[in-house]
């Protein structure tokens, strides 16, 4: 979270483009499997606990199962570069600190290993990627701390966590931004730390909601497990090529899987329920057990 510009500096005009949570690395250095982590993630947790940025703050609903894509996308509103751009497809993550962009560059750079390298200005990892039987080399930025408005990349990841409802807000305050300096620039909206179930703050309703609005992507990962990550690659490169993100013959709502796929849960909450009346003595069985076990203390009621 910013600590150098304050939350109401961003309202202003003439800072408008100013986003202070975002850094650009200075130091060209590659990173080896015995370099430790950069300082910035020693340092940082606590700019991120004392975040106030609460300007938008709001209940949380339920968690809902986690869908990947926006329904409401469809398969032409993302694509805004013409052509295909000539030199490294330049990818940047952005967001409010610790939401994860540095796990997510590391785990999109394939450097598990610590084995990536930076660009000759040292501002981002690069990597040879083949998505659709075509390579291409991508440069990844990690942070970018100066003005937005300087910010060249063909494509923007803007980052939040699902257990931070004020990071979310960061991203739509951040879309502002972008759609203001650079229009034409696709965005990605990645809710990340989808493994943290029970801390869960934003649902993948609201987040798709909030894409929709705003026309791009959104995805839901965890970069720590590596869950997701290679689609969102994937649709990232497309995207940066000014190709449609999803795979050559699919659309969005092949994507979507909308009125095609069952949640587990549901088809879980089916299978089971077309046991039960095959089987109504353990059903009864199931229903003495049910209301004998609410007593801890009398075990021999069981
Ligand atoms: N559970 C879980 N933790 C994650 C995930 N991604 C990142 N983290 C953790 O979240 C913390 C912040 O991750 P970073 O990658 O440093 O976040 P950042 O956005 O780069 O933070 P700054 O460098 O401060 O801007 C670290 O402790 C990570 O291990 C995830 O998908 N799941």
């Given at each position: ?55 938008m703050s709001g209940a949380a609903g339920p968690s809902a199962s986690p869908i990947s894509f926006s329904s409401a996308l469809d398969n032409t509103s993302t694509v805004a570069v013409e ?138 990962i965890s970069a720590s497990l590596d869950h997701r990550t290679p689609e969102l690659l994937e649709c990232a490169v ?65």
């Amino acid at each position: 979270m910013p600590t150098d510009v304050p939350e109401d500096r961003l309202s202003n005009d003439e800072n408008a483009t100013k986003c202070d949570n975002m850094t650009l690395s200075s130091t060209p250095t590659v990173r080896r499997g015995s370099t430790p982590l950069p300082i910035k993630h020693l340092l940082r947790r606590e700019e991120a606990v004392h975040d106030d940025c609460d300007w938008m703050s709001g209940a949380a609903g339920p968690s809902a199962s986690p869908i990947s894509f926006s329904s409401a996308l469809d398969n032409t509103s993302t694509v805004a570069v013409e052509g295909r751009p000539e030199g490294p497809l330049r990818i940047a993550l952005l967001g409010q600190n610790g939401v994860g962009k540095s796990s997510l560059a590391i785990a999109l750079a394939g450097d598990m290993d610590r084995t990536a390298s930076v660009d000759s200005d040292g501002e981002g990892y690069v990597r040879v990627v083949d998505v659709d039987d075509e390579e291409s080399t991508i440069i990844i930025y990690d942070n970018w701390r100066q003005d937005l408005s300087a910010l060249q990349c063909e494509v923007c990841v803007l980052v939040f966590s699902v257990t931070d409802r004020r990071s979310f807000h960061r991203t739509a305050q951040l879309r502002l931004l972008l759609r203001e300096t650079q229009p034409q620039t696709p965005i990605i909206l990645v809710g990340n730390k989808s493994d943290l179930v029970r801390t869960r703050e934003v649902t993948s309703q609201e987040a798709m909601s909030s894409a929709a609005l705003y026309n791009c992507l959104y995805l839901e990962i965890s970069a720590s497990l590596d869950h997701r990550t290679p689609e969102l690659l994937e649709c990232a490169v497309r995207l940066a090529r000014g190709q449609p993100p999803w795979p050559p013959g699919t659309s969005a709502e092949d994507m979507t899987g909308v009125g095609q796929r069952e949640s587990i849960t549901s088809r879980a909450k089916r299978f089971l329920s077309s046991l039960v009346p095959r089987y109504p003595r353990e059903r009864e069985v199931g229903k003495f057990l049910r209301q004998k076990s609410r007593s801890c203390h009398d075990l021999g009621a069981l």
